[in-house]
């Protein structure tokens, strides 16, 4: 990422995290960087275009917490720590997080997410065919559970119980059950695939 666009993203989700996601403007945004709003346009494009930046920046920063040194840690480790990162992303963004939900991702890193789930999944052995939906449902809860949790909007959930991981944790749980048995089938048809071949 150019160093000038990312230093006018980095000042607009500074904004967006002080003043909340209404109160950034193009105006804005050019007074924390010291330009013109016209003279932003060659960097991010209008608002739209800088709304799309934010949701790249965000996947960036989500990207760089989960870390790439993964080799050494199983799938299921990987995908409570997938949780754990998104959950803290959100923590750390709330008023820019809805973005991740509410805008389709465009940016060179958008992909980075569902990339990584695709990833947690296969290493988990779901069916080929499988893993995108699969994917998509795990990627929809991480983000819809995160958003309603900053928001305040998460169905049945009390201050108390949203400050503490313990329900967050309990979650993730049900989700390495769902992708357990996502993967059992094709676990037990390689198990009689063996037995076969004795």
Not at 32 to 53: H, N, Q
Not at 62 to 71: I, K, S, T, V
Request: aromatic fraction near 4%; glycine fraction near 10%; charged fraction near 20%.
């Amino acid at each position: 990422m150019d160093d000038k666009r990312r230093q006018i993203l980095d000042q607009a989700l500074a904004l967006v995290d002080e003043r909340g996601l209404a109160a950034m403007s193009m105006r804005a945004v050019a007074e924390r960087v010291g330009l013109t709003s016209m003279a932003l346009y060659p960097y991010v494009g209008g608002k739209d275009a800088l709304l799309d930046g934010l949701v790249d920046l965000l996947h960036l920063e989500l990207g760089a917490a989960f870390g790439d040194d993964l080799a050494s840690i199983g799938w299921r480790q990987r995908l409570c720590a997938l949780g754990r990162a998104v959950r803290s992303l959100a923590r750390a963004h709330p008023s820019a997080f809805p973005l991740l939900l509410n805008r389709s991702a465009a940016g060179p890193s958008a992909a980075w997410l569902t990339g990584a789930l695709q990833g947690v999944l296969s290493d988990a052995g779901v069916p080929a065919p499988d893993v995108p939906r699969i994917a998509r449902m795990i990627c929809a809860f991480l983000l819809g559970y995160t958003t309603g949790e900053v928001t305040g909007g998460l169905p049945g959930s009390t201050p108390e119980m949203l400050e503490g991981a313990a329900e967050f944790d309990a979650d993730l749980e049900d989700l390495v059950r769902l992708v357990e048995n996502s993967a059992a089938p094709a676990t037990a048809q390689e198990s009689a695939i063996t037995r076969a071949g004795e």
